[in-house]
């Protein structure tokens, strides 16, 4: 389903920055696990970071210390603030929600990296 909207992905040279965002209805955003996904070309998709409602951050070991996933529960929107990226961060970045229920996905956004 797509049922999040993403925003922040682009251009961007090597060493730079970029924060992505994700706004889901206040129903799902309200009782769900909150995710960023990414898919290179060639590679299959993986969990970049995720948060609990309560805050709890994980992270894929490649992006620790360089990419933040946050939450901002009044504005049902999950940000991933980018740093130090480099050309392996290329690929199609999604939001996912996890309710109880169901799991909901965006439509992507996609992160290009230049050298």
């Known amino acids: 389903q797509v049922q999040l909207v993403e925003s922040g992905g682009g251009l961007v040279q090597a060493g730079g920055s970029l924060r992505l965002s994700c706004v889901a209805s206040?129903?799902?955003?309200?009782?769900?696990?909150m995710g960023w996904y990414r898919q290179a070309p060639g590679k299959q998709r993986e969990l970049v970071a995720d948060i609990t409602r309560g805050g709890r951050e994980t992270y894929v070991d490649s992006v620790k210390g360089r990419f933040t996933i946050s939450r901002d529960n009044a504005k049902n929107t999950v940000y991933l603030q980018m740093n130090n990226l480099t050309p392996d961060d290329t690929a199609v970045y999604y939001c996912?929600?996890?309710?109880?229920?169901?799991?909901?996905w965006g439509q992507g956004t996609q992160v290009t990296v230049s050298s």
């Open positions: 206040e129903r799902i955003f309200s009782v769900s696990v």
């Open positions: 996912n929600a996890q309710a109880i229920w169901a799991g909901y």
